[in-house]
């Protein structure tokens, strides 16, 4: 599993996720626009993910394309939840969202049937 992605870094993954393949420029120009960093900033995240294995940096141009999808991401994130604070149990987890959730019949039925087609 690779290491957990901190919240600037999962910013940047979404910039790279939705307009792969893209140059370091080109998100620094978007992370400033959206978020308000400068460049520095970014590239130095940039720099982060790469070491992290998330994204891969080509020359010319510093082409940024993702190692790792954000489904893969989001499953190793939902997996180190369940691991931290639901002792390992899924059910837990599914419990904690739906009793702290207003559902409605649509949603419920949904959930049933993704249940049931496992």
């Known amino acids: 599993m690779r290491e957990k992605l901190f919240d600037s870094e999962a910013k940047v993954m979404d910039i790279v996720w939705e307009h ?45 394309t993702p190692l790792v999808t954000r489904d893969q991401a989001q499953k190793a994130a939902i997996t180190s939840l369940v691991e931290k604070l639901f002792g390992g149990s899924r059910k837990a987890l599914f419990s904690a969202l739906i009793d702290d959730e207003t559902l409605t019949e649509a949603e419920i039925e949904e959930l049933r049937r993704r249940i049931e087609n496992r």
Do not use: H, M, Q
């Not at 590239?43 to 790469?50: I, R």
């Open 20 to 64: 792969s393949p893209i140059s370091a420029k080109e998100v620094s120009v978007i992370a400033a626009d959206s978020i308000g960093w400068n460049k520095n900033t970014t590239y130095t995240v940039l720099k982060k993910l790469e070491a992290k294995g998330y994204i891969r940096r080509e020359d010319p141009g510093f082409i940024c």
